[in-house]
């Protein structure tokens, strides 16, 4: 039922940009397309930020059918399998990783490096408020990678000992590039310890939407008792601006802050 999928998505038991995606266009097959337009808001409206789902309702609205679907479940899939591969190449021997919170795309990186045979160690945060990094920790643990899970304000304590910090992307923008909060602030400590910082996204994350919204999720993952009056804000993601970011690694090479602007409307 499309309550439940949406129920699944809003609570993360689908999570990353590139799994609700998949898990939509699933859903969409299933109907056979009927109600698109409307089954389609609300699916985007579960979780708005990434835009992988946007583009991939934007090419069905160009060509209703279940053959479009399946070609772009199909993209985002052998997507993975080329960011891994091309973005592997980055990675020495004997590297220590840091990423944040659970991305498909990244991981992707890791595990090919992992399967070419190079030694690494990849330092996981935990990833407040939904700790993610936890399921990223398992994942890389079960391959037999090396894992460090840290809390995330322990991220500056160990940056100086990484070679590389390796993130996700939910949307790839002209003012930055969107990832789980927390994205931004490895972002700066990468900076200031002189790491590279990789961004790892497929081109249906590049992201010309006029309307672009920050997901703010329930209070209470932050805190769930009664604080009388107090705010409480839980923004899900951030925008690391351009300058903060070395390469963007995307299933059609690796990129520039320049070169991935260019491909921006
Ligand atoms: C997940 C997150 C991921 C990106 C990319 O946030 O920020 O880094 O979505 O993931 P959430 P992928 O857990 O809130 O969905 O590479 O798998 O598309």
């Known amino acids: 039922m499309l309550s439940d999928l949406i129920k699944d998505i809003k609570t993360m038991d689908y999570q990353g ?3 609700i995606a998949i898990a939509s266009l699933e859903y969409l097959k299933k109907t056979k397309l009927k109600d698109f337009e409307k089954v389609s808001k609300q699916l985007e409206a579960a979780r708005p930020t990434a835009v ?3 583009n991939c309702l934007e090419a069905i609205r160009k060509d209703k059918s279940v ?8 993209q985002i899939k052998r997507a993975r399998g080329q960011i891994g591969e091309k973005g592997s190449k980055l990675i020495k021997n004997n590297s220590k990783i840091m990423t944040h919170c659970h991305s498909g795309d990244a991981l992707s990186i890791i595990k090919a490096a992992h399967i070419s045979g190079k030694k690494l160690e990849v330092y996981v945060t935990e990833t407040e408020p939904k700790h993610q990094g936890i399921i990223t920790a398992k994942e890389l643990h079960s391959l037999g990678i090396k894992v460090t899970l840290i809390e995330d304000p322990a991220a500056a304590s160990f940056m100086k000992e990484m070679n590389y910090v390796i993130v996700g992307c939910d949307s790839i923008r002209k003012e930055g590039v969107t990832n789980k909060i927390g994205t931004f602030d490895l972002a700066i400590l990468a900076k200031k310890f002189k790491k590279p910082f990789y961004m790892a996204g ?10 672009f919204v920050i997901e703010e999720r329930p209070v ?3 805190y769930a008792g009664d604080l009388k009056g107090v705010k409480i804000r839980n ?3 951030d925008v690391t601006p351009w300058d903060l970011i070395t390469r963007v690694i995307t299933e059609k090479g690796i990129m520039t802050p320049a070169n991935i602007k ?3 409307k």
């Open 67 to 74: 053959n479009t679907i399946n070609k772009l479940i199909n």
């Open 235 to 237: 923004p899900a993601f």
């Open 220 to 222: 209470k993952e932050v």
């Open 52 to 54: 992988v789902l946007h």
């Open 17 to 19: 940009a590139n799994q």
């Open 262 to 264: 260019r491909l921006l």
């Open 202 to 211: 497929n081109t249906l994350k590049l992201d010309n939407r006029k309307k």
